[in-house]
């Protein structure tokens, strides 16, 4: 049965917060602990140091940057629109920063990338991408076994040839296809809480807003028992000076 609200319900407003919120945590408390081995490490490696706490400082700093977006979000949710900021950006490098940002998080679990080595022009506001990748890939953690990897892939030519997509595919226990078709709508919650998703009232629907305001989609491809794969895709941003590219099949 889908459950439908009018507006964000408290319990859905602290699980939106808490994925930005966690995750800046995790940087700080990086951070801490090469703060403190910077004060007794040799100089030769003092300067290596100083990076990766600089690097840990500034995913925090993003990270409490996406919570004060999302609260803006959240406040204006009912209304159906939020703040984009399109601009001429590589999809390619958006995907690999979020990756990044999750492996320095995360280091123990395993996270496949696989994208051509080529620039992949669109119109987007980077920021919004990132926030959609990244709850795909804490709801990918979330429900993946810590021994099985997650595959984050990026596809040209796909859902057409005026298309690019991300898709993160997981290896939880997957979704039924009746709940699928009502993932996106706000206040939906699956039944009976299947992978855990009982938290989704929320953050779906202003996955596939924030998608649709761009020009872009997003889906859902899955099967109980065998995982789940979040996509999202968007429009191609054609340059006269770019070569066409040999388009991937999707699969």
Not at 158 to 185: K, M, N, S
Request: glycine share 6%; proline share 8%; hydrophobic share 40%.
């Amino acid at each position: 049965m889908t459950q439908q609200t009018n507006s964000p319900q408290p319990s859905l407003v602290i699980h939106e917060l808490r994925t930005p919120l966690t995750a800046a945590v995790g940087y700080l408390e990086l951070a801490q602990d090469l703060a403190r081995q910077v004060r007794t490490a040799p100089a030769a490696t003092a300067s290596s140091t100083l990076d990766q706490l600089e690097r840990c400082l500034t995913l925090a700093a993003q990270e409490l940057d996406v919570a004060t977006i999302m609260l803006d979000d959240l406040a204006v949710a009912s209304e159906e629109h939020f703040a984009i900021r399109r601009i001429s950006c590589n999809l390619n490098e958006i995907v690999r920063d979020v990756v990044e940002a999750r492996s320095v998080l995360m280091p123990s679990r395993v996270l496949h990338l696989q994208a051509p080595p080529v620039e992949l022009p669109v119109l987007a506001d980077p920021r919004r991408i990132k926030q959609v990748l990244t709850n795909y890939l804490v709801n990918a953690f979330k429900y993946t076994p810590t021994e099985c990897p997650i595959t984050v892939l990026v596809e040209t030519a796909c859902p057409g040839p005026q298309f690019l997509r991300v898709t993160v595919r997981d290896e939880g226990p997957g979704i039924q296809l009746d709940a699928q078709a009502h993932l996106w709508d706000q206040g939906y919650r699956v039944p009976g809480g299947t992978q855990g998703r009982e938290g989704l009232g929320l953050w779906l629907y202003i996955c596939r807003m924030l998608l649709e305001q761009q020009g872009g989609t997003v889906g859902v491809d899955s099967s109980p028992g065998h995982g789940a794969a979040f996509w999202l895709a968007l429009p191609v941003l054609s340059t006269p000076s770019e070569a066409p590219q040999e388009p991937e099949l999707c699969t």
